[in-house]
């Protein structure tokens, strides 16, 4: 997706995905990245919020063992902000100036359902924030995974279990939290149905795989597969008269 020379930069495709805890947005990331490469032969990076650049993740490690939740929902909205700046400036938009496709579980969104619609915040005051810190570099695509909060929270707990980890910061809140993520996650997707699908995520991996293939095709046609030669028109022979002549 590079441009030829004289010709305006083509910028790559950015999708987000979006859900509460447990809704298998780290599963589908990767299962789409895999079918993205296989469709276009072009790179795919895959990321994640917070997180997703050195110091990004320095962040993470210090908001998800709650070390900022004694100074509310302000202060940590302000440091998943600073992570995000440094995760556009060092990774998401190179990437996106190459041209590659970047794939990024949790964005904006998180903010705006997290310290927003359930941590109380103000959604002008966010809103100034994403203009700040975000501007232009909206996602093209968001897939909201939507799935009832105790469904994704078993999911996360097991897979926690397994690992031997506790709940971290978010995980540990109340089941009402995790109800009202899911409502302002889809009113989201309702307010911007042009940037956002929904996709019910308690099904299946398989299915709910099927159904983002689904979506991407229909919402991304410049990510579809080539058609093969043999699908192609033939060319007219007043075409190849043309040519050669
Ligand atoms: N946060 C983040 C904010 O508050 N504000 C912000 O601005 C941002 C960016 C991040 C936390 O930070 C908060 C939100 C989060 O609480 P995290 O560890 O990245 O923390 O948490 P999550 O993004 O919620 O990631 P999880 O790993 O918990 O959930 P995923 O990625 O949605 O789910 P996944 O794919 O890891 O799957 C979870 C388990 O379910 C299984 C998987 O194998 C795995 O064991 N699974 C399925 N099982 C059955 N059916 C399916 N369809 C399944 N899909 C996956």
Request: aromatic share 4%; with cysteine; net charge neutral.
């Amino acid at each position: 997706m590079t441009a030829a020379p004289g010709e305006a930069p083509v910028r790559g495709v950015f999708i987000t995905l979006e859900g509460g805890e447990g809704a298998g947005k780290s599963t589908q990331a990767a299962r789409l990245a895999a079918t993205l490469r296989a469709r276009t032969g072009r790179p795919v990076t895959v990321t994640r919020e917070p997180g997703g650049s050195p110091r990004a993740e320095e962040i993470r490690a210090a908001v998800l063992a709650g070390v900022a939740k004694p100074y509310g929902p302000f202060a940590e909205a302000l440091l998943f902000s600073a992570a995000r700046l440094d995760h556009l400036d060092r990774l998401i938009r190179p990437a996106l100036a190459r041209g590659e496709t970047v794939i990024c579980d949790r964005f904006l969104d998180s903010t705006r359902a997290y310290q927003g619609a359930a941590g109380g915040l103000d959604p002008a005051l966010l809103g100034a924030l994403e203009r700040v810190v975000v501007g232009p570099t909206r996602p093209d695509l968001t897939l909201i995974l939507d799935l009832p909060a105790e469904t994704g929270l078993a999911r996360a707990a097991a897979r926690g279990q397994a690992a031997g980890e506790g709940a971290d910061r978010f995980e540990a809140e109340a089941l009402g939290f995790h109800t009202r993520l899911r409502t302002a996650f889809l009113e989201i997707a309702n307010r911007e149905s042009a940037r956002c699908a929904v996709v019910d995520a308690s099904a299946g991996p398989d299915a709910v795989e099927a159904a983002i293939r689904a979506v991407v095709t229909t919402r991304l046609p410049a990510l579809s597969p080539a058609p093969s030669p043999a699908l192609l028109p033939a060319p007219s022979p007043d075409a190849e008269t043309r040519n050669g002549g």
